[in-house]
């Protein structure tokens, strides 16, 4: 006897949802329907299951979305992409094979690594993603022009709180309700005492620096207390319910033309409640309009939230070495932001 099942049927079966051949079964968790509609409404809003009709472009949604990392990042490798956007392997060489094709890319091995390949846009895939570009921000002004400006702050604060709340970085077991506060202010007196104190603490915990890492810390403080200029250098402190969670420094680099973000540092009680993104986004905002052209950090690549965060506000890793310090043998890592 042949097996009619189909292939739909066996999915519906497969990982215990249910036997071939059924009906889909309604979830009665309140919160997973509200989600689903939720989704259903967005995706129809901005066109998602027709992304190129919704914009005027031959462009699906993802295949906009890899244009826009290409555009907004000046080194882009294969892997970067697979990693950031979690598409499957052979589903992005299939869609860079097409892009090449348009001539819209070229590849090539990467200098970082020559077992990787480099991305870059044509001439042809910057006009495209420009294009992409300029119609999004008109479909995003059209969806704002009738609110008003109370109901537009309304929406920018229930946005951030879904990315906080579901941020994959979230703090097991934080709250699901309405995510507390974070406030960012700038230096006080006391504050880079604090710095000092809580990263030689946390770091001696998390991942067993020695004593020369807060001699390091120590020093980068002191040369910011001394040859601080207010216009070009700014510590931020982010306080959760009237106490210091979190803390980073912008400093003039040697580099000309370059700023430093330095020291970023979120308590563990307050991970997962976005403290260490609107450090890194605030640090970034100053850094371009104080006129620097670019932004630069160095971390270790134990550091996995940490790049996380810098990866999403846009960095991009341009060089990694192995070294040994504070009483470890770590991977250092430079991250760059053009701005």
Known sequence: MTNSTSAAQKAAGAGGAGGAGTAPRATGDPVVRELRRFNRFY???????????????????????????????????AADLRTSLSLDAGYLSRLLGKFEERELITRRRSERDPRRQRIDLTDGGQEAAGLLEARSQDAAGSLLQQLPEADRERLVAAMRTIRTLLDEDRAPGAPAGPAPEVTLRTGRPGDLGWMVERNAAL???????????????????????????????????????GERVGAVMCVRDELPGAAR?????????????GVGG??????????????????????NSVLSSAR????????????????????????????????
């Open 203 to 241: 770091y001696a915990a998390e991942y067993g620096f020695d004593l020369s890492y807060e001699a390091l810390v120590a020093r980068i403080v002191a040369e910011y207390a001394e040859h601080f200029d207010p216009k070009r250098d700014r510590t931020w402190t982010a306080e959760l319910a």
């Open 261 to 273: 973000l330095r020291l970023l540092l979120v308590e563990p009680g307050a991970r997962g409640h």
């Open 278 to 299: 609107r450090l890194v986004d605030t640090c970034v905002e100053f850094a371009r309009e104080a006129g620097y052209r670019e932004l630069v950090l160095w971390t």
């Open 43 to 77: 995706t129809n809003l901005i066109g998602a299951l027709d992304y190129g009709r919704a914009l005027y472009t031959p462009y699906t949604l993802t295949e906009a979305r890899v244009l826009y990392e290409l555009a907004h990042h000046e080194r882009v490798d």
């Open 308 to 339: 996380s965060i810098y990866q999403r506000a846009g960095f991009e890793l341009v060089g990694e070495s192995e070294h040994h310090s504070f009483g470890q043998d770590l991977i250092g890592q430079d991250w760059r932001l053009a701005l």
